[in-house]
T-cell receptor, first 106, second 118 residues
């Protein structure tokens, strides 16, 4: 059974800092890995999707990488802004981690 | 921009009552998912439909939960009777094809239904 872990559970950074969120999964035989953002009390917004044959995807200030052999994915956020404050979730196929709650302080 | 629609947004009910949630996926999306998200946790898949067929309901508590997608478009998730432990956010998502050609495509989520069972 696939298990997905996200570390840290919470992260607070000053505005402008570059940061990395981590996602690990136990079964490397995945078809894709997707990163989402969730604001309090809201649904999930898709950020990036990496297919199993890909190593990374980029969208604006976001870059996600996938290393199936080590069971890890990272989400890199450049030049963080207060508007980036949210919970970030990763999903290996349809199995989700508990998320990292990010706070960016002005 | 196309979105997944869900209603109601909020539902408060007493235990032992029946509740129902509705989801309308993005037009043309063949695959529909229902998830349950308990506060502080990630979403957990309850049921996946491909068109009108259930392809995965292994985590659906079938003694009290049921789901249908009769015409392969919108879907209803029902709980009867509701229990205190069912209080959670119920999320619906859709994707264009689900799984094909060895790849699983992008999921798009609706705003969710927040259920409180008293």
């Amino acid at each position: 059974k696939q298990e997905v872990t996200q570390i840290p559970a919470a992260l607070s950074v000053p505005e402008g800092e570059n940061l990395v969120l981590n996602c690990s999964f136990t079964d490397s035989a995945i078809y894709n890995l997707q990163w989402f953002r969730q604001d309090p009390g809201k649904g999930l917004t898709s950020l990036l999707l990496i297919q199993s044959s890909q190593r990374e995807q980029t969208s604006g200030r976001l870059n996600a990488s996938l290393d199936k052999s080590s069971g890890r994915s990272t989400l890199y956020i450049a030049a963080s802004q207060p508007g980036d404050s949210a919970t970030y979730l990763c999903a290996a196929d349809m199995r989700f981690g508990a998320g990292t709650r990010l706070t960016v302080k002005p | 921009e196309a979105e997944v629609a869900q209603s109601p947004r909020y539902k408060i009910t007493e235990k032992s009552q029946a509740v129902a949630f509705w989801c309308d996926p993005i037009s043309g999306h063949a695959t529909l998912y229902w998830y349950r998200q308990i506060l502080g946790q990630g979403p957990e898949l309850l049921v996946q439909f491909q068109d009108e067929s259930v392809v995965d309901d292994s985590q659906l508590p079938k003694d009290r939960f049921s789901a249908e997608r009769l015409k392969g478009v919108d879907s209803t998730l029902k709980i009867q009777p509701a229990e205190l432990g069912d209080s959670a956010m119920y999320l619906c998502a859709s994707s264009l094809e689900g799984f094909s050609g060895g790849a699983r495509d992008e999921q798009f989520f609706g705003p969710g239904t927040r259920l409180t069972v008293l």
